[in-house]
């Protein structure tokens, strides 16, 4: 028998929602479905003393897909499929700043750039400003090799630039802080450091054994969401999803001001942009896929010293650049590039799978999910 006591059985074991994961999706389905139900007892639990998966690790870009993504999504995607897409990730960035404000989240429409390496992707513009058409009005993308010297890039390696004009940066602590916050608010409430270790499904709710520092101990729950992502095959093996670790480098404050928006290269897997008057370059997954396929955190080295060297190759050639931070975050990836919505058991669900796009599809998805557990409770 476990030593609770009266009080604690009654008032904090059993909950109308357990969401496992503090992540942009866990924090939305939370708020959302508090806000639908105020009556219920709300609570995310998370393994971190605060969110600890990529949702608190990432570049902060609120984008939809560089000119070459798009191109390379096109080969396998229809052009309608393609638009359904690029109008999800655009319009879920929207949902994300309407629901906490710019000003909190320090929204910046700064613009989006991809690097060109051959001198050739302007040659794409017209065909996608084309296909964007009916979402946008307007085009999207821009030949912007105008702007190369003045972002003082190193012109004998790039050769172009693309600006997509709808695409900008926010703070991500201060998003992750402004969602928390808004969150409890509400009425939800957070149970950190604290990791869900297995959940059964029983005739009048759920079962959910959570390890705490004083052993494990059994919650209830009329219904369970997880929003766990890279991680969710520890409670739900058979999601299809592989996890992928991303890297990000930041420099030391530059005594010189960084170009200002968000840059891409080598079809999105590369991206920086200026942080507090910073560089913070990520990415370069693609040089070893099959390392990255880990839910470990840690710095591939192969990963580090071309990230630096790309820094003192073209994007601030001659500059005097040292790094200050280096971290790691697991994304989930999949065969198709949409998230999913699971339902495994009548009472369990999960929204999981968003891939590099989580600050543009995390907030609408988490949305759904916390609809679709309003529509299926008992
Ligand atoms: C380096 C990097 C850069 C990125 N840059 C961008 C970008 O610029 N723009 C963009 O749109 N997207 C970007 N992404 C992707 C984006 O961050 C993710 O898609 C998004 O944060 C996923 O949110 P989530 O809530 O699904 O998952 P997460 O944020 O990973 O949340 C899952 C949470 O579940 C918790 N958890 C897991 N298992 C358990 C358990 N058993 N018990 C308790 N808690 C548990 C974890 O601790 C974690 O906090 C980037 C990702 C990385 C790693």
Known sequence: MDMLSYWE???????????????????????????????????????????????TKNAGFVCFGSISELAENARTDSQDELLSLVEKRYKG??????????????????????LDFQGD?????????????????????????DNIPAFSFEQTIVKGLVKNQFEGSIDTGKMMDAFA????????????????????EQANGVEVAVSTAEGTLQLMADQLAL??????????????????????????????????????????????????????LGGARHLDLKGEA???EGINSRLESQLKEDLKSFIAPERPLEVDYAWSGIM???????????????????????????????????????????????
């Open 294 to 296: 880990t839910t470990q």
């Open 332 to 378: 989930a990836f999949g065969e198709g590039k949409s998230p999913l919505l699971l339902h495994p058991s009548p009472r369990v669900h999960a929204a999981v799978r968003l891939g590099g796009m989580g600050v543009a599809l995390g907030t609408g998805l988490g949305k759904e999910l916390a609809l679709h557990l309003g529509a299926t409770m008992s």
């Open 227 to 280: 929003c766990t992502n890279a991680f969710t095959k520890a409670l739900l093996p058979e999601a299809d999803l592989v996890p992928g670790r991303g890297m990000v480098i930041v420099t030391k404050p530059l005594k010189w001001a960084p170009p200002r928006g968000t840059f891409h290269y080598h079809s999105g897997y590369n991206y920086f942009r200026n942080a507090g008057n910073r560089i913070l």
């Open 9 to 55: 059985k009654s008032s904090f074991i059993h909950h109308g929602l357990i969401v496992v994961g503090g992540g942009i999706v866990g924090l939305s389905t939370a708020l959302h479905y508090q806000l639908a139900h105020p009556k219920k007892k709300v609570v995310v639990i998370e393994r971190g003393l605060f969110p600890s998966g990529a949702s």
């Open 181 to 200: 916050r808004k969150a409890r608010e509400a009425g939800v409430q957070f149970y950190t450091q604290t990791d869900v270790l297995h959940y059964v």
């Open 121 to 145: 992707l302007h040659e794409r513009i017209f065909t996608f400003n084309d296909w964007l058409r009916p979402l946008f009005k307007r085009p999207v993308f821009s030949d912007a090799r």
């Open 93 to 114: 960035g929207l949902e994300l700043r309407q629901l906490l404000g710019d000003k909190r989240i320090d929204y910046r429409l700064v613009g989006g750039y991809e």
